[in-house]
């Protein structure tokens, strides 16, 4: 299994940017794909999760309202648009797929493979 997160980079406050992550090696369309992000200094954490089947989405309440996931199972990827971005959302960015849940589950132990990330950095 890999996947591929690309997007990121350096932008100011208020800026836009959407990440993409594109998986092989397993069947896209039956896991739940997830975006987190891990700071310096920090733990990583959840930002935006999509489920397998009916695309409903979650968030952290930190980026609900700018953040917006989507996933086109067609080309095995995952999005994330990041909107109004703000100097305290710099971080790595970490797509993963976790197995099909009822819900969205937002700790990453939920999730069974990770990409290795794309730096965002907003600067003030």
């Known amino acids: 299994v890999q996947l591929q997160a690309s997007g990121g980079g350096l932008v100011q406050t208020g800026d836009s940017l959407r990440l993409s992550c594109s998986a092989s090696?397993?069947?896209?369309?039956?896991?739940?794909m997830g975006w987190f992000r891990q700071s310096t200094g920090k733990e990583r954490e959840f930002v935006a999760g999509?489920?397998?089947?009916?695309?409903?989405?979650a968030y952290s309440n930190s980026v609900k309202g700018r953040f917006t996931i989507s996933r086109d199972n067609a080309k095995n990827t995952v999005y994330l648009q990041m909107n109004s971005l703000k100097p305290e959302d710099t971080a790595v960015y970490y797509c993963?797929?976790?197995?099909?849940?009822?819900?969205?589950?937002?700790?990453?132990?939920?999730?069974?493979?990770w990409g290795r990330g794309t730096q965002v950095t907003v600067s003030s």
């Open positions: 999509v489920r397998y089947t009916d695309s409903s989405a």
């Open positions: 993963a797929a976790g197995p099909p849940e009822p819900i969205v589950i937002m700790t990453t132990g939920g999730y069974d493979h």
């Open positions: 090696g397993l069947t896209f369309s039956s896991y739940t």
